[in-house]
């Protein structure tokens, strides 16, 4: 499903959140972002990604000009020891939605 995402033409929402992705399928899901052209709104918290996780999602952020609404990973932080790094790449996501 991830990967789908990249060609999808009519998903507008997804909400992925407790799906346990972790990093390799955020990482897959970061592919398909860096593509996707139509997904508005994406919500991905308690997914158990790590660091390197928000590491590729927040890259693939940087080239999607199509996502406007992230709901905020709150769990994932919290039950991280490098929260702080991980925060930082979280609000860099927030950030690129909020300029789209």
Do not use: W
Request: hydrophobic share 40%; aromatic share 6%; charged share 15%.
């Amino acid at each position: 499903f991830l990967g789908c995402l990249a060609y999808n033409k009519k998903l507008m929402e997804v909400d992925l959140s407790g799906n346990g992705i972790l990093n390799s399928g955020a990482r897959v899901l970061a592919q398909s972002l860096s593509v996707n052209k139509t997904l508005r709104k994406i919500a991905l918290d308690n997914n158990q990604i790590s660091l390197q996780g928000f590491k590729d999602l927040a890259a693939a952020f940087s080239l999607n000009t199509t996502l406007q609404s992230l709901v905020y990973p709150y769990q994932d932080i919290g039950s991280s020891s490098r929260s702080h790094e991980i925060a930082a790449c979280i609000n860099k996501m927030t950030s690129v939605v909020e300029k789209n």
